[in-house]
């Protein structure tokens, strides 16, 4: 036979060895090896792809062609890929198919073939073929492996949607209430959620009857985090601050104290900020305090808008045993307002909180002949278009009386 | 003249016949979204799941490059997406070349397709096996260079590559599609190409198509297998040719 091997002497068992007839190489060959005509016919087969198959040489040289031998997908496999590569490529490397064995069963195989040609015209195929039965289990475990991550994946999606829905409508359960109805007051409210995100925010607005309806309790918080965690601690502060501050026992500022124990006993509302406020319904006389919130806006008739200063003092829990600061103080003329709002209606990244107060004001000026309700949507989508706002804005305002 | 591919590779399917008819007429190649060197972003799961979008896709077009008389040349699946495209605006076309039309793959009472449903589920798990040489690693390098469509040929078997997703998709609208009733609307001269042997559309599935499509004419080639577009690509240029 010709071919390379290593140059060691005949009558030495390897020398012989490596001197075998090339029959031999062909036929008992370690992988199978089937010639056929372009058109698939087969030509010549060797022993080992007998071995393997359980044809005999007679049953596959009688006009079989290699496609018969596949599997019913594996001929569409085969017609569709296989043979449009090989008539191209001229060879195809690592086709995977299932062979049908004489007796039924399958064999997973992997082939290689080229397609030799005779001045330009295609002459025959040569194939090899490997038995590839372990490759095969270990690829299907491979692939049930994908499918079982893909559908863990889907599920925890789906449970990861279904909490977001859950969130949206327990926070929106939350900031429905019933409307105050008190004629000396109007009432405006707007909330609205971060674009792009999943999960609800912890925004909340409220304006409810304090003493017994002598004075209106006001307020706008904003609570750390989001989705359901914040909107549960959302709901728990709201509550909490409607029934410390209904009893009307203390000004503004005893509420934030009394929130600032309660908030050490929940752990989501630490750190919450809030702007609270109340009414004087017959003098007109509001009491206002912030914890860690931005400063609440007076509007007055024929009067520029003006930034409330006073009260201030750090997030609920931050420092639970300073003093909170003295509630400041003000009366409302007939048909004056008063502004709440979260920091989405005027913080951008990378600037001042002043620089967002003055565009506010800016925006105050152009929508205030409004009445409430159109005052506080108007402001939210000039300052938070609906498109970009990444963070949830929620705004109160209470008019008190007419002008 | 449009050729476009079937199931399985890409455009390079031509190569040996739409040369032959560059001579006396515009030759306009493509490859459906989702093979071959198309934008793989383009390809959208919801949109694909049906013939009709490769349809849709093939009238948008020939109407951007502003194609009349149009000789559509579908191979396989192709074939019956030109019937489609042809129903809906009959107008645009002059002739359908259908080389190896299939309008039902999965027998059917009284109807035989050629496969049962189980067989298609053994091509999907074919697919799946073989596309296990489809490396994420290399996707890449597939799906990002459109323009630089020799980095993907340097592949192995890279004229039959794509996505495994993508790939299952077009098998799954290819394979369980049922197309049979759109065949009695043509309208167009129409040519039905048959190979002698062939294992996806076997005689019988040609001549059903033939005897559907009002007028028709078809031509038996002396071929084996589903391609006599690269298996004997003088024959069906030949075929072609005559009919026009």
């Not at chain 1, 596949?70 to 086709?95: C, D, F, K, N, S």
């Not at chain 1, 007796?103 to 090899?128: H, W």
């Not at chain 1, 989405?344 to 107060?357: A, C, Q, S, Y």
């Not at chain 2, 948008?60 to 502003?66: I, P, S, T």
């Amino acid at each position: 036979m010709s071919g390379s091997f290593a140059g060691e002497p005949a009558g030495t068992p390897l020398g012989d060895a490596l001197r075998e007839q090339a029959e031999d190489l062909y036929e008992d060959a370690p992988c199978g090896y089937l010639s056929t005509l372009p058109d698939g016919t087969i030509v010549r087969v060797n022993r080992t792809f007998l071995a393997w198959t359980g044809y005999t040489a007679e049953e596959l040289l009688d006009g079989r062609r290699f496609a018969d031998l596949l599997t019913a997908g594996g001929r569409i496999y085969h017609e569709t890929h296989y043979a449009p590569l090989l008539a191209m490529q001229g060879a195809v490397r690592e086709i995977a198919v299932e062979l049908r064995r004489a007796d039924g069963s399958r064999l997973p195989v992997l082939i290689n073939a080229v397609l030799k040609r005779d001045d330009g015209q295609p002459l025959m195929i040569r194939t090899t073929i490997f038995d590839a039965t372990d490759r095969r289990r270990y690829e299907q475990e491979l692939v049930l492996a994908r499918d079982r991550e893909r559908e863990m994946r889907e599920h925890a999606e789906r449970l990861e949607r279904e909490a977001a829905e859950v969130a949206t409508v327990l926070q929106q359960s939350m900031l429905a209430s019933v409307p105050l109805a008190e004629p000396r007051i109007t009432v405006g409210a707007h909330y609205r959620p971060a674009v792009e995100a999943l999960e609800v925010g912890g925004d909340w607005h409220d304006a409810f009857p304090v003493e017994g309806g002598r004075r209106v309790g006001m307020v706008v918080g904003d609570v750390v985090g989001r989705g359901i965690q914040a909107a549960a601690a959302m709901g728990q502060l709201r509550s909490a601050t409607r029934a410390l501050a209904g009893a009307g026992l203390g000004g503004p500022s005893e509420v934030l104290a009394r929130l600032d124990a309660f908030a050490t006993g929940v752990p989501l509302a630490l750190l919450a900020t809030l702007v609270y406020a109340d009414l004087d319904l017959e003098s007109g006389v509001v009491r206002y305090a912030c914890a860690g919130h931005p400063p609440p806006i007076l509007v007055a008739p024929g009067a520029a808008p003006e930034v409330l200063w006073e009260g201030r003092s750090l997030p609920l829990g931050f420092a639970p045993d300073v003093p909170r600061a003295v509630s400041g103080r003000l009366t409302l003329a007939p048909g004056a307002r008063l502004l709440l709002y979260t920091d989405g209606l005027v913080e951008r990244r990378g600037e001042p909180l002043d620089r967002g107060i003055d565009r506010l004001a800016v925006e105050i000026s152009e929508w205030r002949l409004e009445p409430p309700q159109p005052f506080v949507d108007g402001l939210v989508g000039a300052l938070a278009p609906g498109d970009v706002n990444p963070d949830d804005v929620c705004a109160l305002c209470v008019q008190f009386g007419r002008p | 003249m449009v050729f476009a591919h079937g199931f399985g590779c890409d455009q390079n399917m031509w190569r040996f016949v739409a040369p032959a008819f560059a001579a006396d007429h515009r030759i306009v190649l493509f490859d459906h979204v989702g093979a071959g060197g198309s934008d793989l972003t383009a390809y959208d799961f919801e949109r694909y799941g049906m013939l009709d979008a490769y349809a849709e896709d093939l009238l948008e077009l020939l109407r951007e490059l502003d194609l009349r008389d149009v000789v559509f040349v579908g191979h396989s699946v192709s074939a019956m997406i030109g019937v489609l495209a042809v129903n809906a605006e009959p107008d645009r076309f002059g002739a359908l070349i259908m080389v190896g039309p299939s309008p039902r793959y999965v027998d059917d009472d009284g109807y035989v397709g050629g496969f049962t449903a189980d067989d298609i589920d053994e091509l999907l798990g074919s697919l799946d096996s073989n596309y296990l040489g489809w490396s994420s690693a290399m996707a890449p390098v597939i799906m990002g260079n459109a323009d630089r469509p020799e980095l993907g040929e340097e592949l192995t078997n890279s004229f039959c590559r794509t996505d495994p997703d993508i790939a299952r998709q077009f098998a799954e609208a290819t394979f369980r599609s049922d197309n049979r009733e759109d065949l009695g609307r043509v309208r167009v001269p129409t040519l039905v190409l048959q190979c002698a042997r062939d294992a996806i559309a076997p005689q019988a599935v040609g001549e059903y198509v033939h005897a559907a499509i009002p007028g028709s004419a078809f031509v038996l080639l002396d071929a084996t297998g589903h391609c006599p577009n690269l298996s004997a690509p003088a024959a069906t240029t030949a075929a072609i040719r005559s009919f026009l």
